[in-house]
């Protein structure tokens, strides 16, 4: 079972716009992960958040965690063509943390 | 290029065949992770090594399963006796394995496709 979900599913935007996405998980992490898929493609990394941090940005991504609420955020910025793709949260599980489990993703089209 | 590399990009079968994938991982990385992706759905665990070692399996990975790492480098995952429901993409994973919690490279998947 997956334990963290993405929301919306699907979003459409405009170049230019911002696109946000939510990400809700179950059990206490220590951390949560974002990745991005571009089509038939395998994931990349961007951005690792730890519990003990409320907020992270690297360049045009921003990335919340509420603890409390068991939920993340992903911002882009400024988006552009070429950052439609498939958005994945992931959270550990096991003691040590080193299985990742994903969520259902967020497929997200910017319109030129 | 030292990317996570997979091989082959696509495999089709017919269903009762037997089909191997192979995975090289980033060169200094000890852990090696499998996982399984169906379309328009997040991938799904199936297992993962540290070094040779096969330390955890999901109970998606049936007997018909089975995933080695005979000198913790490169990997193999074996699906004997294939099914439809087997069709998805086939993703390797690496990491570097010093640490707990670390951040995946991913290949570009084998997409199977079982008729």
């Known amino acids: 079972s997956q334990q963290g979900e993405e929301d919306p599913q699907a979003l459409s935007i405009q170049e230019g716009e911002n696109a946000t996405m939510n990400c809700s998980y179950k059990t206490s992490i220590n951390n949560l992960q974002w990745y991005r898929q571009n089509s038939g493609r395998g994931l990349v990394h961007l951005i690792l958040?730890?519990?003990?941090?409320r907020e992270k940005h690297s360049g045009r991504l921003r990335v919340t965690l509420d603890t409390s609420k068991k939920s993340s955020s992903l911002l882009i910025t400024a988006s552009r063509a070429a950052d439609t793709a498939s958005y994945f949260c992931?959270?550990?599980?096991?003691?040590?943390?080193?299985?990742?489990?994903f969520g259902g993703g967020t497929r997200v089209l910017v319109k030129p | 290029d030292t990317g996570v590399s997979q091989n082959p990009r696509h495999k089709i079968t017919k269903r009762g065949q037997n089909v191997t994938f192979r995975c090289d991982p980033i060169s200094e990385h000890n852990r090696l992770y499998w996982y399984r992706q169906t379309l328009g759905q997040g991938p799904e665990f199936l297992t993962y090594f540290q070094n040779e070692a096969q330390l955890e399996k999901s109970r998606l990975l049936s007997d018909r399963f089975s995933a080695e790492r005979p000198k913790g480098s490169f990997s193999t995952l074996e699906i004997q006796r294939t099914e439809q429901g087997d069709s998805a993409m086939y993703l390797c994973a690496s990491s570097l394995g010093q640490y707990d919690n670390e951040k995946l490279f991913f290949g570009s998947g084998t997409q199977l496709s079982v008729l």
């Open positions: 992931a959270t550990p599980l096991g003691a040590a943390g080193n299985k990742l489990t």
């Open positions: 958040i730890r519990s003990n941090e």
